[in-house]
């Protein structure tokens, strides 16, 4: 061993029990939801974007737009998201901002006038989500997977409705979850979500929400089989005693949610969508389940209340944006919680609501006309955040 790295050994064994000591490897990770419905197919808007295009058309909305829209006069706008340099630029800001994973929202696929001939994306657009049938939903994962830049940001999926029981879709997911850049918690598991499954879905499912637990057994026995471990098993509900009941059934590792709606015609003050996030956590962690903390960045669907999505009925209830302190004070609680809840919060991650959910709140964080990137910067100042 020459002399230079004698030393070099030494400053290694004198630093590491040195950084161990101020706890600099615990951070839990941050996720942030994707709704990826900003694109076109065959030149038009894909069946969901045309009412996002709705919704965000009045005037008093365009501040929302993301970055990579147009506005041409005061009731013409455009965007296209299913780009790949719109998606590159999406990546560095969010690699900016301090984001570890994305949460892709995961669809069926549909043909023209939505069909399909998959009985469970069938019961997606007919009853879990009236004619939610978009042509293209897998851009944003499909356009991020092929970007320079993936390793740069992780990602995972938030599945919804009945199409996970689907054995090919499964295999889809593993195929996923193989991938370098797919997020784990707990040493290695990989992380998944589950939305939109309630009754009717489990009743398609396994027939009822045992048969629908024997289901998801199976599906973690062939991510096993294919050489991955245990996947992380994440049920999201609105209602914390339900959802805890439900993932118990379906025999899931933890609950979260996915949004925190609420607030009045008139807006409340963001402050109170801080407490409603901190009564859920709370609640959680009461009734002794394990528990993603959801981190909701706002909510206000009034582009939906004036102009009506089919697959969701939204009023005009609202919270006020977030400043950047609020947005800051908010997220610094959310990391608290799971540093000091470290039983509760066992997967070590918060879930963000949300990255571009644009015509349902505009705390969204994607950089926009109106505020730029104001919320990518705020993040940035308060992560990486260890415990
Ligand atoms: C909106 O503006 C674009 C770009 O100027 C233009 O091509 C399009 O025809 C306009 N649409 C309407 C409905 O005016
Ligand atoms: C879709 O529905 C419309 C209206 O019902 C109909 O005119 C059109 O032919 C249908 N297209 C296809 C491909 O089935
Ligand atoms: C359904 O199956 C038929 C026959 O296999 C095929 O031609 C059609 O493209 C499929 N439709 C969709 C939406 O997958
Ligand atoms: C992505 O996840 C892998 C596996 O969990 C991890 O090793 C890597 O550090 C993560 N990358 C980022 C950018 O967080
Ligand atoms: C973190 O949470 C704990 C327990 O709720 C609380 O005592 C502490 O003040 C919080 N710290 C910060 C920086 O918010
Ligand atoms: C949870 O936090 C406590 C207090 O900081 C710490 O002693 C313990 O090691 C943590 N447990 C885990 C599993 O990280
Ligand atoms: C975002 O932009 C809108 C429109 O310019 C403005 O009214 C609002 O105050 C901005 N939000 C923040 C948090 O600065």
């Not at 800001?93 to 669809?107: C, E």
Request: hydrophobic fraction near 35%; glycine fraction near 6%; charge should be negative.
């Amino acid at each position: 061993m020459s002399l230079p790295s004698v030393f070099i050994c030494i400053i290694l064994l004198i630093s590491v029990p040195v950084l161990s000591g101020i706890n600099v490897e615990h951070r839990p990770t941050v996720g942030v939801i994707r709704w990826d419905a900003w694109n076109l197919f065959n030149n038009q808007y894909d069946p969901i974007s045309y009412y996002l295009h709705r919704a965000l058309t009045p005037e008093e909305f365009h501040f929302r737009i993301p970055f990579y829209g147009s506005v041409h006069s005061p009731t013409n706008i455009s965007f296209n998201g299913d780009i790949q340099n719109v998606m590159d630029q999406e990546v560095l800001y969010a690699k900016h901002a301090g984001i570890d994973y994305w949460a892709f929202d995961t669809y069926c696929t549909f043909g023209s006038n939505c069909t399909t001939n998959n009985t469970y994306c069938t019961q997606y657009y007919k009853q879990t989500s009236n004619q939610y049938c978009p042509r293209n939903p897998a851009y944003g994962l499909d356009l991020y997977l092929s970007s320079p830049y993936k390793s740069l940001v992780n990602f995972t999926l938030i599945l919804l409705g009945s199409s996970p029981c689907d054995v090919t879709f499964q295999q889809q997911y593993i195929d996923l979850m193989k991938q370098p850049q797919f997020q784990t918690v707990l040493g290695g598991r990989p992380l998944l979500y589950l939305f939109q499954f309630d009754n009717a879905e489990a009743d398609i499912c396994g027939g009822g929400w045992s048969g629908s637990g024997q289901v998801f057994q199976k599906f973690r026995q062939l991510a096993i089989s294919q050489g991955l471990q245990n996947p992380y098993m994440v049920l999201m509900d609105f209602d914390v005693a339900t959802v805890q009941s439900h993932a118990s059934m379906l025999e899931f590792d933890a609950i979260s949610t996915y949004a925190l709606p609420g607030g009045t015609n008139e807006g409340t003050p963001f402050v109170e969508l801080l407490h409603s996030a901190q009564q859920w956590w709370q609640s959680a962690h009461q009734i002794g389940t394990k528990m993603v903390p959801i981190v909701p960045t706002g909510w206000d669907p009034r582009p939906r209340a004036e102009n009506p999505v089919p697959w969701v009925d939204e009023g005009p209830q609202h919270y006020f944006q977030p400043t950047v302190e609020e947005l800051q004070t908010l997220i610094r609680n959310g990391i608290n919680f799971t540093c000091t809840y470290n039983q509760t919060a066992e997967a070590q991650t918060i879930i963000i609501y949300a990255w571009n959910e644009c015509s349902e709140t505009s705390g969204s964080l994607i950089p926009s006309l109106g505020n730029g990137t104001l919320y990518v910067d705020a993040l940035s100042k308060v992560l990486p955040m260890h415990c």
